[in-house]
Nanobody, 115 residues
Framework: QVQLVESGGGLVQAGGSLRLSCIAS????????MGWYRQAPGKQRELVAG???????DYADSVKGRFTISRDNAKNTVYLQMNSLKPEDTAVYYC?????????WGQGTQVTVSS
């Protein structure tokens, strides 16, 4: 099993920045699929960014050029650096990892961007 704990959310003005952190309860060195998702009120949960064990990244079109996902295997942590935030980025952000055959989720952290 893997427990994931997110932190770093909060209230920020449009154009501002936040960095989210996701700490895992075990080594993530061999965990391939790690990512950040978000869910806004009344909307489905969507992938924001993913990173493989080799550091290959993937982003939703809506955040490309603004968000950066990274991982520090020594700290069992995945980060999401969010710049140039927009009100439409407001959502609960979740960390997820895939350890076959199970998806593990964190409890989520709220990000609110005011206009």
């Amino acid at each position: 099993q893997v427990q994931l704990v997110e932190s770093g959310g909060g209230l920020v003005q449009a154009g501002g920045s936040l960095r989210l952190s996701c700490i895992a309860s075990r080594s993530i060195f061999t965990i391939n699929g790690m990512g950040w998702y978000r869910q806004a009120p009344g909307k489905q949960r969507e992938l924001v960014a993913g990173i493989s064990s080799r550091g290959i990244t993937d982003y939703a079109d809506s955040v490309k050029g603004r968000f950066t996902i990274s991982r520090d295997n020594a700290k069992n942590t995945v980060y999401l650096q969010m710049n140039s935030l927009k009100p439409e980025d407001t959502a609960v952000y979740y960390c997820k990892c895939y350890v076959p055959p199970i998806d593990y989720w964190g409890q989520g952290t709220q990000v609110t961007v005011s206009s």
